[in-house]
């Protein structure tokens, strides 16, 4: 599934208010916690349930981009955030854990903005020197602001203090990963 640019604000808004308690076509409803009993509402567990496959696809990005990208700055960026995303992925799944919701992609098949792609990835793996470096810069920008979008979403409407204070730094992560972005640019 694929959705065109124009959608992204719109998807990035259903997902944070309708993902944790109804369902994709095709696709059982994702279970969602008790908020009396946890504290979490519909839209923590939908901005779990997104951050968490986001994370997990920008890594082999990332580590792409480490390995590949043809200057020191662009693979100091993308080592730098490959780790970041590792220890922010940590983070979310034990959130998800305490939310109570499974160990499940409710998003898998989903391509999503700001996700990478596997044509995405199958691009930047045949590309080379800058024209890698654009591509992966593309994709990292794209995956960045994608993810304050979302966060910003789960700041304005959830309801349990360790989700938004997660999203409050996560949300301040990302425009300090965005600025750094920049300077590679």
């Known amino acids: 599934m694929r959705c065109p640019p124009a959608c992204a604000a719109l998807l990035a808004a259903f997902l944070i208010t309708s993902c944790g308690t109804g369902g994709h ?5 994702p279970p969602t916690p008790v908020a009396s009993a946890s504290g979490f509402n519909g839209t923590d567990a939908a901005w779990l349930q997104l951050m968490i496959p ?37 983070r979310l799944r034990e959130l998800r854990a305490a939310a109570g919701l499974p160990d499940v992609n409710v998003h898998e098949g989903h391509d999503m903005p700001g996700m990478a792609t596997a044509a995405r990835l199958d691009a930047m793996r045949g590309a080379r020197g800058k024209a890698f470096d654009r591509l992966f810069l593309e994709s990292v920008r794209a995956h960045l602001d994608q993810s304050v979008k979302v966060t910003r979403g789960e700041r304005d409407s959830g309801a349990d203090p360790r989700a938004l ?21």
């Open 25 to 29: 076509a095709g696709h059982a409803p």
């Open 54 to 90: 986001m994370a997990g696809r920008a890594l082999p990005m990332l580590d792409l981009g480490a390995r590949r990208g043809s200057t020191p700055e662009v693979r100091e960026l993308a080592a730098s955030l490959a780790g970041a995303h590792r220890d922010e992925l940590d």
């Open 165 to 185: 204070a997660m999203a409050a730094d996560l949300e301040r992560t990302r425009t300090e990963q965005l600025k750094a972005l920049s300077a590679v640019e």
